[in-house]
């Protein structure tokens, strides 16, 4: 069964969204699976133009002729801002058509007309000012998918698969707010997702520590012995192959990472400093505990880089090519 | 001028510190800088004949007749065991011993007779079954030099070098008790270090934020703002090119790397998971705002390996090149 396209929405257009999708088209060769944007296709023509991109743009009306099209041109079904744009300098009018873009990407996601969706960056202080209500894109589609809002992020790299129990909240904070729970609830949402949606039969998470050196034995912080090792019981008794807690600083060199298939990791650092160290350009955020597939780029709208023709279109491209994979996973029989 | 050559303390014998220090010797070659043993010569040739290792071991009574022998036999000046070890099977008897390799390698290196000291890895259960009273080695250093204790840790690899702010404290307990005071502190440290132990006339520091994406402008924690700022403001004041507070997990990737040449982070994991991911057989520790050179490898006793001839000698002869580098570097006219 051919895997339907992948809706790719507009993101925040003065950032790099535009010229990212642009690029990677151009670069459909190379194992990009066929895409449609949900954008724009005046803005598109003329930022293609501004860039000395070779990018045709053909509008679609619906979402199963992009494959077809997709060969020969970059299907775009339309989306029109509200306000023209300028790189680099948003416009709080257009929050309307960054969050239309969303909205139909998920429809179309959840009719099986696209096989997953990426969201191109949006920026959280634009949408505010333009009556966004939510904190990020994962709490809008949670809103839109009617969900209790308990997803999981997770983020790869080609070495490196990281789950933040704890996410965007201040360090202090995420010690406070770790649990027993939240770590149990993460690992099983976790494991579920490497075998559904990365095909891994027996998945094996190594599980971080909080403190250095995993609190030795209860000298440097309690965490461990009251909260992270009794998790990793639970996880081990529901029959996953988890291990830890485990130092945090000898568990992300090449040796270590290939004992594991995702590190369950404490905080938001803990877990992003390894990824973005390992695979700075490369790496996918991943929505985990969805109904339909979605990935996007790790990295903001990038104002300072927008319209220079600068960016980089790896990140994008592999959160292409990621939705895609776990799109065809999920259509295998589990 | 010569340089006098290194000397390397005992460490644990129970430890993999014997078979290491076989094994550098046996890699002489690779750059070494001479160096001599502060152990106990019948057990070293016992440990060399059970592990297959040709490393015939002369005993000096005096440091400077390392040089000569170096080439041709591992020297060692001669601290005996008070009782004999197994590897793998500490005995707290022989904690006197390693205390006085700690602390003849000191004064040696306190005379001139030795250009530094490397020290092979201690453990602290057993030092304190023992009687030792120290933590560690760094505050046994900080006793023996007559210091006020407030020496700073820098670990280094090929391709990076980080300093904690905060060490060996629970991760709450690192967020608590960071201070505006101890950041500039530990900035002019690492500054100073960077230009007398590493001859770059004008370095670069990069601060890390404490919070995930260095607090967004107070979203995500205030550290940034209230403390952190303003002690990158400070160092700047001082006539330091530092730059900060940096989104933590953006700050160690190549390019980023690039850009500075150490990074000053706020906590433990923060600094030594990107050191331990990029160069986890090479790390050295350096201890700086000693009056003499120190290094040691970046790993511990590893009692589970000690006596199989598995263990990795790679950071310890990083360790001892990296002590005679800064040895060199500090004969420098400044």
């Not at 133009?49 to 041109?73: D, R, S």
């Not at 991943?286 to 979605?294: D, E, F, K, S, Y």
């Amino acid at each position: 069964m051919a895997l339907a396209p992948v809706a790719l929405s507009m993101g925040e257009p003065a950032g790099i969204g535009g010229e990212l999708t642009l690029k990677a088209w151009l670069r459909r060769a190379e194992g990009m699976p066929a895409f449609f944007a949900i954008d724009d296709p005046a803005r598109l023509t003329a930022l293609a133009t501004h860039l000395g991109l070779a990018v045709p743009v053909t509008t679609i009306t619906h979402a199963a002729e992009a494959a077809a099209v997709f060969p020969n041109a970059l299907p775009v079904l339309a989306q029109p801002l509200v306000t023209p744009v300028e790189p680099g300098r948003p416009a709080p009018a257009n929050v309307a058509s960054v969050r239309a873009s969303i909205a139909r990407a998920v429809e179309l996601a959840q009719s099986g007309t696209a096989s997953a969706i990426v969201t191109n960056p949006i920026h959280k202080g634009v949408m505010y000012q333009g009556g966004f209500r939510f904190p990020g894109h994962t709490e809008f589609l949670a809103h839109l998918l009617g969900l209790a809002g308990d997803e999981v992020m997770m983020l790869a790299c080609p070495s490196l698969k990281v789950v933040p129990v704890t996410i965007h909240v201040a360090l202090a904070e995420a010690v406070r707010s770790l649990t027993h729970a939240r770590i149990v609830a993460t690992g099983l949402a976790t494991a579920h997702a490497l075998r559904v949606d990365f095909g891994i039969a027996r998945p094996r998470l190594a599980v971080a520590g909080l403190n250095p050196h995993a609190g030795e034995d209860g000298a440097m912080g309690c965490e461990e012995i009251h909260m992270i090792a009794p998790a990793v019981a639970e996880l081990r008794a529901a029959g996953i192959d988890a291990v830890g807690p485990l130092p945090p600083d000898t568990m992300f060199h090449g040796a270590a990472r290939a004992r594991y298939d995702a590190a369950l990791c404490m905080y938001h650092d803990q877990a992003l400093i390894p990824l973005k160290t390992l695979g700075f350009d490369e790496g996918v955020n991943i929505t985990l505990g969805l109904p339909i597939v979605r990935t996007s780029p790790d990295h903001g709208t990038a104002f300072q880089l927008a319209g220079t023709g600068t960016a980089s279109e790896t990140s994008l491209m592999a959160a292409l090519s990621m939705a895609a994979h776990i799109a065809r996973n999920r259509m295998m029989p589990q």
